[in-house]
Nanobody
């Protein structure tokens, strides 16, 4: 059982930046990929970004390309999401997810484990 703990959410003005962190409870040698999804009120959970742990290949939703950067720290079993140039439409609860064997992590159905979520609010 993998536990994921997010941190770093908060309130920021449009154009500002936040960095989210997600720490995994076990060594990431047992994890194939980790990623971020988000869910705004009244909407479905949507893909934001994924990083494949071995090799570091990254994937991004079109809506965040060029503004968000996903990265990992093997020594801390942690994945990060650096969010720059934030927009009000980025407001959502952001969830960390993990997949423990090969395959895409670009849809909520692909995830094996979830964190509890962290709120990101971007004001105009």
């Amino acid at each position: 059982q993998v536990q994921l703990v997010e941190s770093g959410g908060g309130l920021v003005q449009a154009g500002g930046s936040l960095r989210l962190s997600c720490a995994a409870s076990e060594r990431t040698s047992g994890i194939y990929a980790m990623g971020w999804f988000r869910q705004a009120p009244g909407t479905e959970r949507e893909f934001v970004s994924t990083i494949v742990w071995s090799g570091g290949r990254t994937f991004y939703a079109d809506s965040v390309k060029g503004r968000f950067t996903v990265s990992r720290d093997n020594t801390k079993n942690t994945v990060y999401l650096q969010m720059n140039s934030l927009k009000p439409e980025d407001t959502a609860v952001y969830y960390c997810a993990a997949r423990t064997f090969g395959g895409p992590l670009v849809s909520p159905q692909n995830a094996h484990y979830w964190g509890q979520g962290t709120q990101v609010t971007v004001s105009k």
